[in-house]
């Protein structure tokens, strides 16, 4: 399984294969042509709700994490992840998040979720 984190503002590259964007609000500023996204799981995206709780503190990161990961574990949920598991048993997967923050955002949480599902 191949999957790479990627911020989305950043440039498509060859070796980025299916681009996957995981923001529920599309990146500001930044056009669909510009972002070379292939997919956008919105819904696999942290609830509105939650998003905003975080609001990128990263003094809440690990409340954060265990919040997204129950909500990760609802069907609707599993399904996408289990979609994007497949994807990248097939070919190279690139998440997309909106945040500058690469370590503290929810492409990080659900590369976590698509390891554990190997």
């Known amino acids: 399984m191949s999957v790479r984190l990627k911020r989305v503002y ?12 995981v ?3 599309w ?8 972002a070379g996204v292939d997919q956008w799981l919105r819904e696999l995206g942290p ?11 990263s003094g809440r ?9 129950l909500e990760l574990a609802a069907p609707q949920q599993r399904q996408l992840l289990e979609h994007v598991r497949e994807l990248a048993i097939r070919e ?3 998440i997309l998040y909106g945040t500058r923050d690469a370590e503290h955002n929810q492409a990080v949480i659900i590369a976590e979720a698509l390891e ?3």
């Open 61 to 69: 990161w690990e409340e954060f994490r265990t919040k997204y990961r």
């Open 92 to 94: 190279t997967v690139t």
């Open 27 to 34: 990146p500001r500023g930044l056009s669909k042509k510009e």
């Open 10 to 21: 950043e440039k498509p590259g060859a070796d980025d294969g299916l681009r996957i964007l």
């Open 47 to 57: 609830s509105t709700q939650l998003r905003k709780w975080f609001g990128h503190d």
């Open 116 to 118: 554990e599902l190997t």
């Open 23 to 25: 923001d529920r609000v």
